[in-house]
């Protein structure tokens, strides 16, 4: 079967690659284990070995019609439940239990993945992803931050497990893959308008990356009220937004709690 790269389709090569990741996951058989992109099958199996039930979610038909042969008994007993549908159409909310999600995602969705489960009601307990090396590096590993890393340390602890090179996969992408865990998952925010505020700030700090911390809020904050907020929140006032860590933002969002601040 033909690749299809619109649908970012890099399959994993080899059983010890999937071992490797599934191992990482610290699946146990009480799990149940959510997976986005199937594939061929080659994660999957190694995640029916070690959970209790995984569910797949896989957007391309062909493929989703390969599994259903490929894993009959699995289907038949309930241990696999197959969804041939596009992941951005699935509401978390469906799945009845706490789960794990473990996938080798198609790249074009990692933000997207990411930022959605996260910030869903009914988020993991905790996400083993397999994303380019690069994404792995500056969420888990740079002290820049960006939108991504913020939002991913606002919910949770990430850490970058292991390298995977582009070997590794058929047919291999141009870049190398990584392992990137997210643990201790929890909502940090005490209400709806308390993270909206918070990603509100993120969003308007990165958004003209080459202009300071302080210009970019005069765009959702009061230009008068800008300086005052960096300052009780111990932000140098000639910060730029990928030089404040988490606990600032945080700081920032609270003290602009009262304070208009405008949708981006
Ligand atoms: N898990 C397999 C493996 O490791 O070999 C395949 C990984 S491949 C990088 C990404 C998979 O995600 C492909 O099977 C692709 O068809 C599927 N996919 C792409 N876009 C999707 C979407 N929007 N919803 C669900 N699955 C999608």
């Known amino acids: 079967m033909r690749a299809k790269k619109s649908l970012g389709q890099h399959f994993l090569m080899h059983r010890q690659t999937a071992e490797r990741i599934a191992a990482a996951a610290g699946i146990t058989k009480s799990d149940t284990v959510l997976e986005i992109g199937p594939g061929t099958g080659m994660?999957?199996?190694?995640?029916?070995?070690r959970a209790k039930q995984v569910i797949a979610i896989e957007a391309d038909t062909e493929?989703?019609?390969a599994l259903r042969e490929l894993f009959s008994k699995e289907l038949a007993s309930g241990a696999l439940v197959l969804l041939a549908q596009d992941v951005r159409a699935f509401d978390s909310a469906t799945i009845n239990t706490p789960y794990l999600l473990v996938a080798n995602i198609p790249y074009y969705l990692t933000g997207m993945i990411v930022r959605t489960f996260l910030e869903s009601a009914h988020r993991p307990t905790s996400m083993t992803l397999l994303v380019q090396k690069e994404v792995a590096e500056r969420v888990a590993r740079s002290k820049k931050?960006?939108?991504l890393s913020l939002a991913v340390k606002a919910y949770g602890t990430p850490q970058y497990v292991f390298t995977v090179p582009r070997g590794a996969f058929t047919p291999a992408p141009a870049v190398d893959s990584a392992v990137l865990s997210i643990t201790h998952i929890q909502n940090p925010f005490k209400n709806e308008?308390?993270?909206?505020r918070f990603f509100s700030l993120i969003h308007a700090g990165f958004a003209h990356k080459?202009?300071?911390?302080a210009k970019n809020l005069e765009m959702v904050?009061?230009?008068g009220f800008v300086l005052r907020a960096l300052s009780d929140a111990r932000i140098p006032k000639d910060a730029r937004a990928e030089d404040v860590a988490l606990v600032a933002w945080l700081r920032l969002a609270a003290i602009s709690s009262g304070a208009h601040v405008s949708e981006v």
């Open 210 to 213: 080459r202009k300071r911390l």
């Open 43 to 49: 994660l999957t199996k190694s995640l029916l070995a």
């Open 145 to 147: 931050e960006s939108l």
């Open 221 to 223: 904050l009061e230009k």
């Open 63 to 65: 493929l989703a019609g």
């Open 193 to 196: 308008e308390e993270g909206r």
